[in-house]
């Protein structure tokens, strides 16, 4: 920023006697990072208290770094800002995850508190969260989570060890809903070509080349999958 200069200028609003910024906070932080003493900012006209957490919402949903559990967070609160407005189609646009992806998203946070802090430690993973979900108890749910990390299991073999749990307990396997790619990636067409791209989390213990392989089968089966077209129905 200090050789560049600032690209685009910040959004703030008066009010109370001082300039409050409603977006550019990452700006503004790199501003300070690089020693500036100032910050080009836009004076916007007043908006609504909704209207200025929707800014920042945005802003911290378009950050490079979010864990799932902020991201699920993000989506959450943006909708409950305006659920008329901000729809689950409505944030996939401004976000281009896709609106399976925003609703699993959302569903993770119905997790027991300790789980949604493994996965935001990276302790376990947002697939191994929307396995979880399907067990019908928090104590089942937190039951599985324990030997999830104290075995290091990867996806596939805690999806194994969940239809076990299932059968053991009499517990009927819900249908499969059509999944989103699994966290990290990103599926685009380009004519011919089927272009791939992200980041994947390494849960603690596990090998990294071992765990990017299954992620990334992961995501290529789910991706499949969300292509199918829906069976059609009989009259």
């Not at 999806?159 to 990636?185: D, N, S, T, V, Y």
């Amino acid at each position: 920023m200090k050789e560049e200069g600032q690209i685009e200028p910040a959004l703030v609003r008066w009010k109370d006697g001082f300039y409050e910024l409603i977006f550019g906070e990452r700006r503004w932080r790199a501003a300070q990072l690089a020693g500036l003493t100032y910050l080009e900012a836009r004076v916007i006209t007043p908006v609504s208290e909704a209207e200025a957490a929707a800014k920042g919402l945005i802003e911290n949903l378009q950050r490079e770094n979010l864990n799932p559990i902020e991201e699920a967070a993000g989506f959450k609160e943006l909708n409950e800002l305006d659920p008329a407005y901000w729809t689950q189609a409505k944030i996939d646009e401004l976000t281009g995850k896709g609106q399976t992806y925003i609703s699993e998203s959302i569903r993770l946070l119905r997790l027991p508190p300790e789980i949604l802090q493994d996965i935001t430690r990276v302790i376990l993973t947002r697939s191994h969260g929307e396995l979880l979900l399907g067990l019908p108890t928090p104590e089942l749910q937190k039951e599985m989570a324990e030997k999830m990390k104290q075995n290091s299991w990867n996806v596939r073999e805690s999806e194994r060890q969940i239809e076990l749990l299932m059968k053991e307990h009499g517990i009927e396997k819900p249908k499969k809903a059509k999944k989103a790619p699994a966290e990290g990636f990103q599926f685009k067409s380009d004519g011919d070509r089927l272009i791939v791209s992200g980041h994947v989390q390494i849960p603690q213990g596990q090998d990294p080349v071992q765990a990017l392989t299954d992620q990334f089968k992961d995501a290529c089966t789910r991706w499949a999958a969300s292509q199918k077209p829906e069976p059609e129905t009989g009259s």
